[in-house]
């Protein structure tokens, strides 16, 4: 099953399959983006479904927020980014919100302390749903009023809106699930997701083993990265520029749990010349001894958590939830290293690319088991071998929308492609992930790159 | 309105308010022992009303607990300490709560870590409350069903469990309590109580101040303290054995918030030769400047937070929320110091006896504004200068129980006396509570003593 | 060897031995006076022969601190308390050392923090010794001009130096010894005191296993504690006065590294019954599996870490570097407890006592392996029971001096008795020194106690 | 006085200044081989002239390591990489020095905890000393008897020996500093410095305030970086490859203090839009408020902290010992950016390069005042934006010298030039320094680059 096919399993399938890409000449018309901005609300909450007001409160860690703060946070930025600009009769629901949920933008003021989410039992689940509806009523009578001229202006960062939102929408996945993996009852968000692992992917037709890894040649020299437009990016993205690539070659499909079993088995984390001085460091201070959601069992087998729960570890799946740490030190491993986020995309770009559509998303292109630019891409957040820096160029947003990217930029690595629970509409080849280095709960694996023999 | 009038006024009244204390005629009754039984757990349910299941979910730092973790080891108490002793055919909810629900018995196994217990959205609360019902059920088989010789053993723990029970039931308000003082909200868990201020019991009747501070003498000499026997008492508190006391002169009120406010606005914080060294550097390293839940407002005066939520500061309400470091402090401030625990005990006992009753509760002995042994005791738990350690002779209980008090007997301080949250089944004179020093969350706050003139 | 034989064997034998302790009438001696003073200041320097000026600067831990500020720091005490008092021309070598070697005196301004003393690379040692000889001459120019009445005054200052110094003497070796131990190299400050091993103490002649231990009854009742004066004391030894004591017995020895081995092979370190709750987390989170100094060595065997450098374990010598939480452990897997400091002083009174003396030291008083009231006494500090509180009535002395030892009583243990590197004027029966519980770098050790039978 | 002539009023000048480059050619050269040996090792000891025993154990926080330890280590690397490996007679002064100055190699075994490096008083420096003399009396053996073949071998890794310790001694000096500049006292490492600022590189001729700003533009474009050999390298400095910019311009100097001081006096430590996240969160945590070393006096100056001591800012020195998220606040500040480390190499490469001589050392091609590629470089080391990376291609040197580099290669970024404390011979432009984003205790400072216009 491809990542596609299982995001189909998920309680939110019908909701999120529909939402469209944005597209610039979208942003003009009002009743679409009316539709796009339903759309992608309905989709956050379609995706609780089955989470319970106390699962949805939870705090595991200070990079975590509960399902329930992103909820009000993806509503408080409409808030802060367009219904107090737009509209200077706005009447907020709760004026003490613009604190409470800010997220981390300086130029909006003070906010409520990160590691203290998981704290506010109030406002409660049901208030933030009416807030959520306060919002959402807000936005429909400013689409409905606002004069054209001015709804191209808003129109842009409504759609950052929305983007944003998708991206929260992967994070309450991520978020609640490490929640849930440090509950001794392993309890399953998605108990219908046992029947739905993703596999076929890596693997040929009807085989239950990944097919053995092979090799994408690039010829490497000029090439030109970043958005190539139009339609929607973040600033992070831009502008797109030239890069120099010596040749290399790149894998046929991400590294799977069984390809990494062997890693483990080899006595891989117990291995310093594997690894990265900090992360050897890490690993011996944190007893880190196989992937986060790896449970060795009695048997000497291991089990792997997941949104379905503990199951046995499918030898077919991608690994996921490793860290960047993990990751480098298996591609050294296995004789090879991580492509920069040029290489992939490069790679990416030059099977996929048809005349006059180079950014398409990577999950129409790549069909499941088709050939494809990288075959196997959008299981998971593939880590690559670059920092997350700025492009040549590089111009934040204005306003406080220029905090959504560039301050993050030090000490973080680029992933790229996108996983299962990547909203469709962000899986784009340009789009750059990005984690710390010793983050190991996102839905984060590798492919593995060479120098050109 | 006393402490007694104040816990009138909340949810749980009138079941509190039934709570019997234990004798030990009655454990040889299985009907009284029932009754008494279903009166505890009754009163853990009522306190929890006008809560939800994301405020019964909170754990806002390791030393606190969610309300829910609360109900739910109360139960697992009966279930580890009676249910599976006496029944061997007993038949768990869920074996894994015997790990889940553990507190802090290492002889009964390895347990669910403190710090995590806030992430617990599995069992949920109606699974709590169902497990609740089935310890009930069983509980209530047994004691239907069990041999008058067997109940006689068992009727000592299930009273210990229900003594275990009442002591959950304060901390389940103050750990609560402390979650929301977190809230910039600043939510009132009962509304209701803010017009139940508790003042009079050190003013004079119709007065809105607290009456000038009297000092009771004490001639010293041999003493005779802890648990006189009979009823129920903790092992900490025995066995009754002889102190030798010097002459000394108790306070005959607590300190009150206008006190305290004397000492806050004559930079008592910034006043070393106040403080005790840890005391110190500890609130320097905190940033302390005032009592935890005191908040200092625009106008220049403060809001003190509590049960009712932010309300503006009751000169004649007892100090409250105080750590010992403060408490001495304040004391060293106000040219007196502490009493000792055993100074606080003959103080209490001394007026307070009558024949044959030694060990009566303090509510009972004190109605507010009569003349009693120590006026207003049991308002606020009151810090002494005494360490927490063994009586001589002191024999912890045998089995798990053993780990009940005694193993907690190092840099923690004796409170003596009792809340207005504190089951009045618990207000006797030689119960002893402990904290550590920079414990600042609980209803603690002093009653000064000097040396006799 | 007793413990004043091997103190015999160290460098500054000769000077430490000719300490006479601090007498009342004395200090209306000036020339006595100067005597001791001298006497004093040159053992401090006679223990550091043998050490170089890179041992001297090492600072292991915040809680110790360079042989070579206790040098500064002691001197610092002259100078602040009684030369900037009682000689208004009295001129500073270095101004700015006011402020480098005050140790925590509030109420005389700023200091130097704590653990950043051993960065002081300067002032260098010759200077700091330099600086000692400045402060030298003025005191030896101030002792012989004062005045008569002025001396009187100054005097109880001068001899509080004078103890404050030697209480210096044993932390300059404890702490040196504390660095010395972290060193892969394990070097020897005294490689001569090989030789020198503490055992007879607790032996019978001749033999090199020590004695079957023995039990001392005491009745209890009413005993007085406390310094009984004339004779210098610390305000922490007074006021005297009256406590009950319930019948106890209490060992005739200390125990020893054999007893003690016996608790580590019984996997004492891994029983948690054995342990308070704090002690238990502190040896987890810590790591402990023996005392500090103890090594385990390929052959199963441990060598133990001393002033002598590395050397086999000796089951005859008494157990040290322990802290109160392993003597505690031992204590209660013996079957036994730690006797009160009360108790403690009890005994050693009792049978020390001869008419008119009750103040004699300790080393005097028991000379080795004669019956004395607690046989084996200075061999090692004994952790008691009892909390470091303050005495019924206590006053701290008046100015700076009032820090001294007041602001301490809290989260620290008592200890009594006195070790080898006890200066022998120190070594008085109500001395009364303390350290935190988990503090294991001291000369400490046990002597366990019993309720009467 | 450029870097190049306060460099040459230090202590080790005459030494230091006859240190050649490294050539390949001069590797097969036994005695040229064994002069430059001896002359690196002469300038180590040079460098410490006026430095006490004292100062040279001084560890003041885990980053930074004894000068001691410095000179004890770069003998170990002789000794474990040379000695051992081509001389199997070799007899080490001390097997134990295996361990104890082994600095971060896990292929050589274990190591003496790098925080703890200040705590060996033993082997003391006078030991020390004399195990390099045993070193360089066993390598001018080695060198006096080895074949040409072996030796062919050999002098590669000597070389990097050599490299290796000339790294080693600006970090005595930088590490050293940091200690001093925590102790109170703020003593001058050498006082005589204090008549030779670094000024004029900056400034025009005879003018004591740093000229304006200007630009230097390059055109970006296909561009060759790394090192173009023949000649020493590091392996991160290779292999050389190509690389695509965009047309940028880059300053003509670096920024000075009097330039940075604008920054503070604009209140730039409090102004969060000049600051990357994590630098924020940095500064708040640590409460920076200006460089490390600035000290803000009454009378509302600044001092600096330098090798002269404490003395009066000048705004015509370059800012130095600045963390990169000061450096990249600056720029942002300043309407500018970081060059990239390509920028830099470009710009630097471009105008210095005469035919045949691209890899000379940056002192010798731009003389103080000169127009050169990029003048003012070599005063202090220069971030830069691009993180510290692999080259494409990039390849660890076989064995434990692999360690040398590539594993550090995660969360530092690069800086380049060098400092007036670096040797001349690692002046290269291709050189790369790196080091992690907070680190502040280096000759740190920046220049300035933009995008073209």
Known sequence: MSSAERASSTPWANTHAQLAA???????DRQDLLDRYQQVRAASLAMTQGWSAEDMALQSMPDASPAKWHLAHTSWFFEALVLRTANPNYVARDERYFYLFNSYYEALGARHPRPQRGLLSRPDL??????????????????GATSPELLANLGDTIVLGLQHEMQHQELMVT??????SLNPLRPALWPELADAPIRPAICNEGDDLPRALGWISHGGGKVDVGHPGPGFAFDNETPRHTVWLQPFRIADRPVSCGDYLGFVRDSGYRRPDCWLSEAWATIQREGWQAPAYWVLCDDGEFDVFGPAGLTRLDPAAPVSQLSFFEADAYARWAGARLPTEFEWEAAAATSAAVPGDPSGDLATQQPAGQSAGLPGAGQVWEWTGSAYLPYPGFKPWAGAAGEYNGKFM??????RGGSWATPAAQKRIGYRNFFAPAARWQFSGLRLARDAE
């Open 126 to 143: 049901a208030e933030v749903m009416a807030y959520r509806a306060h919002v959402d009523a807000a936005m429909a009578d400013l689409l």
């Open 410 to 415: 030090l000490n973080q690595m680029v992933l």
């Open 175 to 180: 978020d609640l699930l490490h929640a849930m």
């Open 22 to 28: 944005s597209g610039d000449e979208a942003t003009a």
